[in-house]
Nanobody, 119 residues
Framework: VQLQASGGGLVQAGGSLRLSCAASVSILDLNAMGWHRQRPGKQRELVATITRSGSTNYADSLKGRFTISRDNAKSTIHLQMNGLRPEDTAVYYC??????????????WGQGTLVTVSS
């Protein structure tokens, strides 16, 4: 499995960005996909996930500002980030939860994309 993230960049506080992550397999074969992030000096944390059935889950602090969605035909997920704040500055990692038997560790991360929010 390969996950290709894109869409990061520099944005002013209050602005918006849309991240995308393309999977090399059908995303409907994956148990879930999503995003984690690692802010400077902090541990990696959950941002949002979307399961095979379409259920979504968000970090409580991000609900209402971030929206995860998917395009099954393009095997791509998106993260729409609105009302960005300087504390959202982080490397955002695309994530997949692999089906049983695909790998020893079902948790898989792609390369990160840097989001920088200026004040």
């Amino acid at each position: 499995v390969q996950l290709q993230a894109s869409g990061g960049g520099l944005v002013q506080a209050g602005g918006s960005l849309r991240l995308s992550c393309a999977a090399s397999v059908s995303i409907l074969d994956l148990n879930a996909m999503g995003w984690h992030r690692q802010r400077p000096g902090k541990q990696r944390e959950l941002v949002a996930t979307i399961t095979r059935s379409g259920s979504t889950n968000y970090a409580d602090s991000l609900k209402g500002r971030f929206t995860i969605s998917r395009d099954n035909a393009k095997s791509t997920i998106h993260l729409q980030m609105n009302g960005l704040r300087p504390e959202d500055t982080a490397v955002y990692y695309c994530y997949a939860r692999l089906p049983t038997g695909w790998a020893r560790d079902p948790h898989f991360w792609g390369q990160g994309t840097l989001v920088t929010v200026s004040s």
